[in-house]
């Protein structure tokens, strides 16, 4: 592997400060654990859980918090959104093309950029998360793919809060959302967890991929479990457009 550490450029240098900002405007950040100094700088995998439209906002502001700037998995239409998506492309960030042909090429790019030591952020869910309990749910194995494929670590990011700030649906009932946080300023609590012991060391072995993905589903699991001590089954604040599906629910002998 090429230990070159990828330098993020000064544009997402400032716009990790800019939204870190704009989180303190809306929320009150909580931010626990942390990165082992030697990760820091890649090659990393980090994999957050995913509960609102307004996660990326919040993982950037404790990233930064945390001295970390990780290039961000995001979905394509963000790149097609004029000026916005030539910035992302300049702050390395990579695009990925959900429900095409091309979707397997974002593994690709990513690993490439981890194999220069580039830190990665990737929501192993694929989507919001659609579990009545908002616990982590069953996820896809391209985060376990990835660092199974370049030997890096994997550090599990739970977050708890988000939520209540933007709706499942947004933009739709946004402004609505904004003016109650600016108003009520929600907790949002996010926790760096320890490197997950993956369990396997190849992606080639057959299930190899499937298990290592449990394996972070359920890191996040217990990552997440000391931010909502308060609320272990159901969410306090419920989302009314928020969909529920069970087809995918996370299973684990314990939480």
């Known amino acids: 592997m090429d230990t070159t550490h990828w330098q993020p450029p000064l544009i997402w240098r400032t716009a990790l400060v800019l939204m870190r ?25 980090l994999a957050a859980n995913h509960i609102s439209p307004f996660d990326p ?3 950037a502001a404790a990233c930064q918090a945390r001295g970390i700037a990780p290039r961000i998995m995001a979905t394509a239409g963000l790149f097609r959104v004029p000026v916005f998506g030539a910035a992302m492309r300049h702050a390395g960030h990579i ?3 959900r429900g095409t042909s091309a979707v397997h090429r974002a593994l690709d790019d990513a690993a490439a950029a981890v194999g220069r030591g580039s830190v990665i952020l990737i929501y192993p869910e694929g989507r919001i998360g659609l579990d009545p309990g908002m616990w982590p749910e069953r996820g896809k194995t391209g985060a376990a793919r990835l660092a199974l494929a370049c030997g890096a670590p994997v550090v599990p990011i739970a977050q708890w809060g988000s939520h209540e700030v933007l709706p499942y649906e947004a933009p739709r009932g946004m402004l609505r959302g904004i003016a109650r946080s600016l108003w009520r300023r929600p907790v949002i609590r996010v926790h760096f967890g320890a490197p997950v012991d993956l369990g396997e060391t190849t992606a080639a072995h057959p299930g190899a991929a499937r298990r290592a993905t449990d394996r972070i589903i359920d890191a996040l699991t217990d990552t997440l479990a000391p ?7 159901l969410p306090r604040h419920i989302d009314p457009g928020r ?6 629910a996370h299973r684990r002998h314990s939480r």
């Open 21 to 45: 900002g704009l989180v303190g405007l809306l929320a009150r950040l909580e931010v626990t654990g942390d990165v082992p100094a030697h990760l820091r700088r890649g090659p990393l995998v």
């Open 57 to 59: 906002l919040v993982m």
């Open 243 to 248: 969909p529920t599906d069970l087809s995918r």
């Open 227 to 233: 931010l909502r001590p308060d609320e272990p089954d």
């Open 95 to 97: 695009r990925v093309d």
